[in-house]
C-alpha cells in the first residue's frame, strides 16, 4: 500500500509531502487547488517508471510541467513510498528530472529505490537523444544507463525490490481522470488494451469483455456488485453484435430477458470503477493495487454514496489482496462517509502553491460523535472550501 | 499574523464583517466558521454555537491573544420570539468566564445597517448614508438602493460581491451606525488588535 508521496517543483507542488495515507484516502479542496495536479502527478510517475521521462515530459509541455518560478536547474522530484506486501518492507522510489523548458526535453533524470534510509538501486541519465523536427538523433550512449545496485547490499533482493516496485508503480496504478466517461458501445477496432483502465475509461468494454471470457469467475463477482449497488438491474453482460461491436449492456429486474435500451451515466461511472478493481485479480493478484478516481461520486445519486464507500471498504479489508483507493471531491454527502483521518485538505497560498493537510485533530472530538465530516467540512472548520 | 476568528450566522454576514475588519486591520487574518447546513440562520447558530466555540478553542492554530468575535444580528424588529438569542448569548458568557477572549457582536438591526453606514458603499450607490440601526430591514433598503443604482440585486451572490467592493469600514462614526461604534470600539482595545 501506498503509505506516503512526495512532489517537489511540480505544477502547483512546490514542495508537498503527504504522509500516512489509508487504504481510501480522499482529497477535498476548492476548484484550481491542485487535486488534480496530484492525480497527473502519479500518472506522471507511471509514465517515467519506464526510465525514459522523454513521452512524459512532451506530453506535459512548458509550463503545465514545473511550478512556475522554478527554472531548468530545479530538479523536479516525485517519490512515493509503500509496503511492499511480500517483503513486509517500506520501499521508496524517487525520480529527480530536470527539463529544458524551451525544447520539452529532459537533460537529466535520476531514479533510486531505498529500503529506509538505505540506497539499494541508483539510475542516472543525464544525456538524451535531441529531437529536430521529429527526429530522434542520438547523443550518447548514457541514454541506455539501466542503472546498478549499489555495493554491500543483498544484491539478489533487491532486484526483487525493485522489480515489484515497478510492477507496483507501472502495473499496479490505475487513474480514472476528471470526467471520465466509458464508451459503452465500441466497434472490434476501438476496443483497446484489457488492462489497465484507460484514463477516460474508454476500454471499459474491452476489459469486461476480456474478464468475461478469460475469468469468469471474477466476472461473477464484478457482476453481483454492479446489481447490488444498483438495485433495479437484474444482470450485465458483454454482447457482441454481428461480430462488429462489442457492448456493456444491462438487463433490469422489471424485463430481465430484454436488453435495458439506455444506461445512465452513473451507471457507466459505477461499472467503470468496479472494473478497474477486479482487473487487478487478471495477474499477480497478490500484489498491492491503487486506484486512483477523479469525483468518483460524479453522476451517483447522494442515496448510493454510502452504498459505493461501503463496497471499497469491503475491496481494501482483503489483507491477501492489498487495494487501495485514492479519490478526489467537492461532495459534502460523499465526505460523511469518511474519518477524518482519510481525507486530506488541498488548498493554494498567496504565491499560489499548493499545500495539502490532514484534517485538525479536534474536529473528531468537537463535532464528529453528532454530526458527518462533510456537514462539518461545510461549517469551514478545516478549509478546502472557496475563500 | 494577529488572527481574529469569526463565528458567523450566515456567510454574507461573515464577508461583510471581514471584509469592513480587514480595512480596519489590515495586517489581521479573519478566518470564519459557520452552523451547519447549506443555509445557516440564527436558529442553526444556536443549535451548533457551543460546538462553533469549542472548536475554536481546541484549535492548536490559536494563539493565547487572538481573539473571537460572535457575530449575528438582533433582529429586534422582526424575531417573535427570543430563545435563540438568549442562547447564543449564553454560550458566549460561559466561554468568557472559562477563559475565552470572546465578544459578541450584535449588529442592530441587521448587519446591513454597517453598509449603509458606510461612505464608500454609499458614495458608489449615490445615497446618503445615515444611522440605519433603528430602521426595520436594512437589507430590504440596500437592495432598494441596488436596484435604483441598476439591475443589481443585494439577495445574490453577485450583488453582494459588488456591494464588499466598495466598503471603506467608516460606519462606526459617531452619527452613523452605533452598534458597529460599540464592536469596533471594543475590537480596538481587545488583545489581538492592540
Same mark, same amino acid.
Given at each position: ?9 511540480w ?16 482529497? +477535498?479542496?476548492?476548484n ?9 502527478g ?11 521521462? @522523454? ?36 520501499? @521508496? ?6 527539463i ?7 537533460? *537529466?533524470?535520476?531514479?533510486h ?19 529536430v523536427?521529429?527526429? #530522434?538523433?542520438?547523443r550518447?550512449? #548514457? ?6 545496485f +549499489? ?19 507501472q ?5 480514472l481522470?476528471?470526467g471520465?466517461?466509458?464508451k459503452?458501445?465500441? @466497434?472490434?477496432?476501438?476496443?483497446g488494451? +484489457?488492462?489497465?483502465i484507460?484514463?477516460?475509461?474508454? =476500454? ?12 469468469? =469467475? ?13 438495485n ?5 453482460d ?12 444491462i ?23 468496479l ?16 486506484? +486512483? ?11 448510493l454514496l ?12 482483503d ?10 471531491t467537492?461532495n ?6 469518511f ?25 473528531k ?5 453528532? *454530526? ?10 478545516f ?5 | 499574523?494577529?488572527t ?10 461573515a464577508?461583510?464583517?471581514r471584509?469592513?475588519?480587514e480595512?480596519?486591520?489590515?495586517e489581521?487574518?479573519?478566518p ?7 443555509h445557516?440562520?440564527?436558529s442553526?447558530?444556536?443549535? %451548533? ?7 475554536i ?16 444580528d438582533l ?5 417573535t420570539?427570543? #430563545? ?5 448569548k449564553?454560550?458566549c ?8 477572549k ?18 464608500g458603499v454609499?458614495q ?6 445615515? =444611522? ?7 437589507k430590504d ?27 471603506v469600514g %467608516? ?11 460599540w ?10 488588535t492592540?
Amino acid at each position: 500500500m501506498l503509505t506516503r508521496l512526495h512532489f517537489k517543483n511540480w505544477r502547483s507542488l512546490k514542495d508537498v509531502t503527504i504522509d500516512n495515507l489509508t487504504p481510501l484516502t480522499v482529497f +477535498i479542496g476548492a476548484n484550481s487547488s491542485g487535486k488534480t495536479n496530484i492525480v497527473d502527478g502519479l500518472d506522471f510517475m507511471i509514465k517515467m517508471m519506464s526510465g525514459d521521462p @522523454t513521452p512524459a515530459v512532451r506530453a506535459n509541455r512548458g509550463n503545465k510541467t514545473r511550478t512556475l518560478n522554478t527554472d531548468d536547474e530545479d530538479a523536479l522530484v516525485f517519490s512515493a513510498t509503500y509496503l511492499d506486501p511480500v517483503s513486509k518492507k517500506h520501499l @521508496t522510489y524517487e525520480m529527480n528530472l530536470k527539463i529544458e523548458t524551451a525544447k520539452d526535453l529532459p537533460t *537529466y533524470f535520476h531514479s533510486h529505490l531505498c529500503e529506509g534510509e538505505k540506497r539499494l538501486f541508483t539510475q542516472t541519465i543525464d544525456k538524451f537523444p535531441i529531437l529536430v523536427f521529429g527526429i #530522434s538523433r542520438w547523443r550518447e550512449a #548514457s541514454w541506455a544507463d539501466e542503472g546498478h545496485f +549499489i555495493e554491500g547490499i543483498d544484491q539478489h533482493e533487491a532486484e526483487h525490490l525493485l522489480r515489484r516496485t515497478k510492477i507496483f508503480v507501472q502495473e499496479r496504478w490505475q487513474i480514472l481522470g476528471e470526467g471520465f466517461l466509458p464508451k459503452l458501445a465500441v @466497434t472490434f477496432a476501438e476496443l483497446g488494451a +484489457i488492462y489497465p483502465i484507460q484514463n477516460n475509461g474508454a =476500454n471499459l468494454v474491452a476489459i469486461l469483455d476480456y474478464m468475461r471470457d478469460a475469468h469468469p =469467475n471474477i466476472f461473477t463477482l464484478f457482476q453481483q456488485d454492479i446489481a447490488w449497488m444498483l438495485n433495479h438491474i437484474e444482470h450485465v453482460d458483454i454482447n457482441l453484435i454481428k461480430d462488429q461491436e462489442a457492448r456493456f449492456s444491462i438487463f433490469e429486474n422489471a424485463h430481465p430477458s430484454i436488453e435495458a435500451p439506455t444506461i445512465s451515466a452513473g451507471t457507466a461511472h459505477i461499472a467503470a470503477m468496479l472494473a478497474a478493481y477486479y482487473a487487478f485479480d487478471f495477474k499477480n493478484q497478490e500484489l498491492p493495487g491503487l486506484v +486512483i478516481i477523479e469525483e468518483p461520486d460524479t453522476a451517483l445519486n447522494p442515496g448510493l454514496l454510502e452504498k459505493f464507500v461501503e463496497l471499497l471498504r469491503d475491496y481494501v479489508s482483503d489483507p491477501e489482496k492489498p487495494r487501495q483507493f485514492i479519490m478526489t471531491t467537492h461532495n459534502p454527502a460523499f465526505l460523511d462517509f469518511f474519518q477524518p483521518e482519510e481525507v486530506r485538505v488541498v488548498s493554494r497560498d498567496e504565491q499560489g502553491y499548493t499545500h495539502v493537510d490532514p484534517i485538525p485533530e479536534h474536529i473528531k472530538e468537537v463535532w464528529l460523535d453528532k *454530526y458527518g465530516l462533510g456537514e462539518v467540512w461545510m461549517t469551514r472548520a478545516f478549509g478546502g472550501l472557496p475563500e | 499574523m494577529k488572527t481574529l476568528w469569526l463565528i458567523a450566522e450566515d456567510e454574507s454576514g461573515a464577508q461583510i464583517f471581514r471584509a469592513i475588519f480587514e480595512r480596519r486591520f489590515p495586517e489581521m487574518h479573519v478566518p470564519y466558521i459557520l452552523p451547519r447546513g447549506n443555509h445557516p440562520n440564527i436558529s442553526r447558530l444556536a443549535i %451548533d454555537i457551543e460546538d462553533l466555540i469549542n472548536n475554536i478553542h481546541v484549535d492548536k492554530r490559536r494563539k493565547a491573544d487572538d481573539c473571537i468575535v460572535v457575530l449575528h444580528d438582533l433582529d429586534a424588529q422582526r424575531r417573535t420570539e427570543t #430563545s435563540d438569542y438568549d442562547k447564543i448569548k449564553k454560550a458566549c458568557e460561559k466561554a468568557v468566564k472559562d477563559g475565552l477572549k470572546l465578544l459578541e457582536c450584535i449588529a442592530v438591526d441587521e448587519i446591513e445597517s454597517w453598509l449603509l453606514a458606510d461612505s464608500g458603499v454609499c458614495q458608489w450607490l449615490g445615497e446618503k448614508r445615515g =444611522n440605519y440601526d433603528t430602521k426595520a430591514a436594512p437589507k430590504d433598503i440596500l437592495n432598494g438602493w441596488l436596484k435604483r443604482k441598476g439591475k443589481i440585486t443585494y439577495y445574490s451572490v453577485r450583488g453582494r460581491d459588488e456591494v464588499f467592493k466598495h466598503i471603506v469600514g %467608516d460606519g462606526d462614526q459617531k452619527e452613523y451606525s452605533p452598534s458597529m461604534r460599540w464592536a469596533f470600539t471594543a475590537l480596538t482595545n481587545a488583545s489581538c488588535t492592540t
